[in-house]
């Protein structure tokens, strides 16, 4: 079945660090690709998503591409912030499968220090 | 404001207590689905609704039931809770038009002891 495959956290970096939170996915047919962020004691929210092969989607400086050859949508952002701080999570929604089924990767912890 | 929202955010009950878990979106959106998050295992889809009257088992349905008979609500049931139903959960809402996947409710910390 569908799965997505994120990287373990956590992960510690300095403010104004380089980021990259690998994701890779295995789906059948063409799924769209979503980064959600969670802060701590809420729930998820939306970052970015790509629909299709190619695009990429941004927000907030964080930026990802949907890459089919690698099967990959890897989480990057120049100069992270303490603000940043929260649980990354990696989630493909296949719409040729199991319709309404957004699968999660097991999400990373970033932790950024001033 | 488009949202979901979740009742009660925080509740303890005890085995074999039956429990609702309330879940409503006023955005018009047809999907919902209800996810619990435990540490380790990320989240993992319960059961989702395509629309009214239209349910079906997600990963992890056992102890759990569902019904759609309105649009914006989509209840959470547990029979007889458990133990094992300790956890955060999570209602979400999605457009069928849209590829820009859920919008999460604030989440349910349920303890069952």
């Known amino acids: 079945g569908d799965s997505v495959t994120q990287m373990e956290g956590p992960v510690t970096l300095s403010e104004e660090a380089f980021l990259t939170i690998n994701c890779t996915y295995t789906?059948?047919?063409?799924?769209?690709l979503f980064w959600y962020v969670q802060y701590p004691g809420e729930g998820l929210q939306l970052l970015l998503k790509?629909?299709?092969?190619?695009d990429k989607g941004s927000n907030k400086g964080f930026e990802a591409t949907y890459r089919k050859e690698t099967t990959s949508f890897h989480l990057e952002k120049g100069s992270v912030q303490v603000s940043d701080s929260a649980v990354y999570f990696c989630?493909?929604?296949?719409?040729?499968?199991?319709?309404?089924?957004?699968?999660f990767g097991k999400g990373t912890k970033l932790s950024v220090k001033p | 404001e488009a949202q979901v929202t979740q009742n009660p955010r925080y509740l303890i009950t005890v085995t074999g207590k039956k429990l609702t878990v309330t879940c409503s979106q006023n955005?018009?959106?047809?999907?919902m689905s209800w996810y619990r998050q435990d540490p380790g295992l990320g989240l993992r889809q319960i059961y989702y609704?395509?629309?009214?009257?239209?349910?079906d088992k997600g990963d992890v349905p056992e102890g759990y039931k569902v019904s759609r008979k309105e649009k914006r609500n989509f209840p959470l049931i547990l029979e007889s809770p458990s133990p094992n139903q300790t956890s955060l959960y999570f209602c979400?809402?999605?457009?069928?038009?849209?590829?820009?996947?859920?919008?999460f409710g604030s989440g349910t910390r349920l303890t069952v002891v």
């Open positions: 989630a493909l929604m296949n719409y040729g499968g199991s319709q309404g089924n957004l699968i």
């Open positions: 609704s395509m629309n009214v009257e239209v349910t």
């Open positions: 789906a059948t047919g063409y799924p769209s």
């Open positions: 955005m018009n959106h047809e999907y």
């Open positions: 790509a629909t299709k092969a190619d």
């Open positions: 979400a809402s999605s457009s069928v038009d849209s590829d820009y996947g859920y919008t």
